[in-house]
């Protein structure tokens, strides 16, 4: 199984980017997608959730402004990001709850993307 992740850049305040994750391998389910982020000398944190059955989770900050979607339960997951503030900047990482086909019974675990770097600057 596999997490690819996509589509940071650098941009100016107040504009926007869509990132995008994309699950491979052999999934038989998803529980839940996700994206984190670590921005220089602070932990990472958790930026928004959704569920297999649609439920979302946003933290405080970007409430409003970011939105997460998993377009027809397919094995992708996007955040857009709208008014993007130079405090948003960091690495993105994407991240999903899955069940998969392991070599001899099925496996449930957490796997995480290659982060993306997402850049707020003038």
């Known amino acids: 199984v596999q997490l690819q992740a996509s589509g940071g850049g650098l941009v100016q305040p107040w504009e926007s980017l869509r990132l995008s994750c994309a699950a491979s391998g052999r999934i038989l389910s998803i529980n839940h997608m996700g994206w984190y982020r670590e921005a220089p000398g602070k932990q990472r944190e958790l930026v928004a959730r959704i569920t297999s059955s649609g439920r979302t989770r946003y933290v405080d900050s970007v409430k409003g402004r970011f939105t997460i979607s998993r377009p027809n339960g397919r094995n992708t997951v996007y955040l857009q990001l709208n008014s993007l503030k130079p405090e948003d900047t960091a690495v993105y990482y994407c991240?999903?709850?899955?069940?998969?086909?392991?070599?001899?019974?099925?496996?449930?675990?957490?796997?995480w993307g290659q982060g993306t770097l997402v850049t707020v600057s003038s």
């Open positions: 991240n999903a709850g899955l069940n998969y086909y392991g070599d001899y019974a099925i496996v449930s675990q957490d796997f």
